[in-house]
């Protein structure tokens, strides 16, 4: 099985910085990774696939990177909005899930 | 405009059994793979089990497999998770997900129901 690692497990910060978060897996995923965003009492949304495709809809802040077992989801200027539980999750065999990244307001 | 909407969830005891349904509607139902994900209470979300676009093939976690069935009717546009041998650990929300296609790589989540509350407990 491929176990996916998020880090940090919670971040702070101010709404204008740029944030990141990382995500490994346990084994080569080439590019099949996906971000969600998930708010408290809600569904997850999806954000970006293929490790760096920006789903429709979603802004032009939100970017993705990576490949083989390291990938990074970066927002380029947090907004109010953007405080939120992001995950990540793999789709190269079967499907997994990190354990998420809570951004808070610092 | 793509609408899932889960039905189903309820209280049952330990040992016991439930029906979830997934009503789906807005995309061509039968050429998508559809799944299963759940949240237990303040914790991440955990894979459950997928099922191909005709339904021939399904998939499952470790932690279900042989207690939960996934299946479909493509005549209906509704998916069915029939769980069985009930424990508290399978409490959580339990949300259905319309996958980004039906072989290949694909994601689990293009498009997301609400969810439904399963609580197992005596």
């Known amino acids: 099985d491929i176990q996916m690692t998020q880090s940090p497990s919670t971040l702070s910060a101010s709404v204008g910085d740029r944030v990141t978060i990382t995500c490994r897996a346990s084994?080569?995923?080439?590019?099949?990774l996906a971000w969600y965003q998930q708010k408290p009492g809600k569904a997850p949304k999806l954000l970006i696939y293929?490790?760096?495709s920006l789903e429709s809809g979603v802004p032009s802040r939100f970017g993705g990177s990576g490949s083989g077992t390291e990938f990074t989801l970066t927002i380029s200027s947090l907004q109010p909005d953007d405080f939120a539980t992001y995950y990540c999750?793999?789709?190269?065999?079967?499907?997994?899930f990190g354990q998420g990244t809570k951004v808070e307001i610092k | 405009e793509v609408q899932i909407v889960e039905s189903g969830g309820g209280l049952v005891q330990p040992g016991g059994s439930l029906r979830l349904s997934c009503a789906a509607s807005?995309?061509?139902?039968?050429?998508?793979?559809m799944s299963w994900v759940r949240q237990a209470p303040g914790k991440g979300l955990e894979w459950v089990s997928s099922?191909?676009?005709?339904?021939?093939?399904?998939y499952y976690a470790d932690s279900v497999k042989g207690r939960f069935t996934f299946s479909r009717d493509n005549s209906k546009n509704t998916l069915y998770l029939q769980m069985n041998s009930l424990r508290a650990e399978d409490t959580a929300v339990y949300y259905c997900?319309?996958?980004?296609?039906?072989?290949?790589?694909?994601?689990?989540?293009?498009?997301w129901g609400q969810g439904t509350l399963v609580t197992v407990s005596s």
């Open positions: 997900a319309k996958a980004s296609g039906t072989s290949g790589y694909y994601y689990l989540g293009d498009y």
């Open positions: 099922i191909t676009g005709s339904g021939g093939s399904t």
């Open positions: 293929k490790a760096s």
């Open positions: 807005g995309f061509t139902f039968s050429t998508y793979a």
């Open positions: 999750q793999q789709y190269n065999s079967y499907w997994t």
């Open positions: 084994q080569s995923i080439a590019g099949w």
